[in-house]
């Protein structure tokens, strides 16, 4: 109930291409939705959170795709960079109280971008 | 921007020694939280920091093992005691600031090596 199952483990994309992170959870309490990203020797930086009232929400070259009914929720990265290589983390929540409680984190997918 | 500051940024330990992480936070916060990052590995949340009063440790992480204070709203403690080379992790203090849309910040983590 409490997973959260990520996708690819690992991708390689072009410089320009699109880069694109998959994540499905189970519990349907969960109504926070972060995405994380984590370089090296760094710890995880929000990068985009959604929540589920909307089905998509972007931030410059960064777009979360929601779908509620298939439980499921997207990372695009347009005209990706090598400076976008680190690796991603899906995360799932509760929120509550004007809070994020504890993030439930999905495995990660290591992006490696090609210049 | 938030701060949140680790102490120690990594050290390497001697098996059966403890060794105690603080984090310090920039202002208040409405929760705290301990995650552990294993080599090449997803987060998973140790316990949730509560001011003056015992952690809430989640399944498989015990008081005796891990330890934790947090005496005010902008400090915490995660010991880790009687060290074997399986707790070689990252550890990471997560926080939920009062006056951000309530989302999860992290450090740049604790790097404990156990030899």
């Known amino acids: 109930q409490q997973q959260v199952k990520q996708s690819p483990q690992s991708l390689i994309v072009q410089k320009g291409g699109i880069s694109i992170i998959n994540c499905a959870y189970e519990?349907?309490?969960?109504?926070?939705f972060p995405w994380y990203q984590q370089f090296p020797g760094k710890g995880p930086a929000l990068l985009i959170a959604?929540?589920?009232?909307?089905s998509e929400k972007k931030e410059g070259r960064f777009t979360i795709s929601f779908n509620k009914s298939a439980k499921q929720f997207s990372l695009h990265i347009m005209d990706s960079q090598p400076g976008d290589s680190a690796t991603y983390f899906c995360?799932?929540?509760?929120?509550?109280?004007?809070?994020?409680?504890?993030?439930?984190f999905g495995s990660g997918t290591q992006l490696t971008v090609l210049p | 921007s938030a701060v949140i500051s680790q102490k120690p940024s990594r050290d390497i330990c001697q098996r059966g020694t403890s060794l105690t992480i603080q984090c310090q936070v920039d202002?208040?916060?409405?929760?705290m939280f301990w995650y552990r990052q294993q080599p090449g590995q997803s987060l998973t949340l140790i316990a949730t920091?509560?001011?003056?009063?015992?952690?809430?440790?989640e399944s498989g992480f015990v008081i005796d093992k891990f330890p934790i204070s947090r005496p005010n709203l902008t400090f915490s403690t995660l010991t880790v005691s009687n060290m074997s080379p399986e707790d070689s992790s990252i550890y990471l203090c997560?926080?939920?600031?009062?006056?951000?849309?309530?989302?999860?910040?992290f450090g740049e983590g604790s790097r404990l090596t156990v030899l």
């Open positions: 920091a509560n001011q003056g009063s015992e952690a809430t440790y």
């Open positions: 995360a799932a929540s509760f929120f509550f109280s004007g809070s994020a409680r504890q993030l439930t």
């Open positions: 519990n349907t309490a969960f109504d926070y």
């Open positions: 202002s208040q916060v409405t929760m």
């Open positions: 959604i929540r589920p009232d909307v």
């Open positions: 997560s926080v939920v600031y009062r006056d951000h849309t309530g989302e999860l910040f």
